[in-house]
């Protein structure tokens, strides 16, 4: 298993350099993520090898979010008096994402619907 961590330390440290060396507007681990997921197409036998490192790590999922949430915590408080923008903010995303999800959606059912 160590072997698997390594793997995707790995791949997560090439997003981060990748990212840093032709300072792309994507965060590191994203970046890291599409080189592993293009690696995963390519080498189908990696799978197998980092599959039970990917397994635990979703089990204990909900311990890396803590890191997040004290810092959003510890955030709060410079967002004081802007709050209305915030929430603004928060509103306008959520229907944005809902109306992209529901067109992309509506676009896949007609495909599917005319073959």
């Avoid at 961590?5 to 997560?12: G, N, W």
């Avoid at 350099?17 to 197409?41: R, S």
């Avoid at 008096?81 to 676009?107: E, F, Q």
């Amino acid at each position: 298993m160590l072997a698997a961590f390594t793997i995707l330390l790995l791949f997560q440290c090439l997003g981060e350099g990748i990212v840093f060396l032709l300072k792309l507007p994507i965060p590191g681990p994203v970046a890291g993520m599409l080189l592993l997921m293009a690696a995963l197409i390519t080498w189908p036998r990696l799978e197998k090898l980092v599959e039970e490192a990917a397994n635990t790590l979703l089990s204990h999922l909900s311990l890396l979010f803590v890191p997040a949430g004290v810092g959003v915590y510890a955030a709060a408080a410079s967002g004081s008096g802007h709050w209305l923008a915030i929430l603004a903010s928060l509103a306008a995303s959520t229907v944005l994402a809902l109306a992209v999800t529901g067109l992309l959606l509506k676009g896949l059912g007609r495909k599917d619907g005319d073959a």
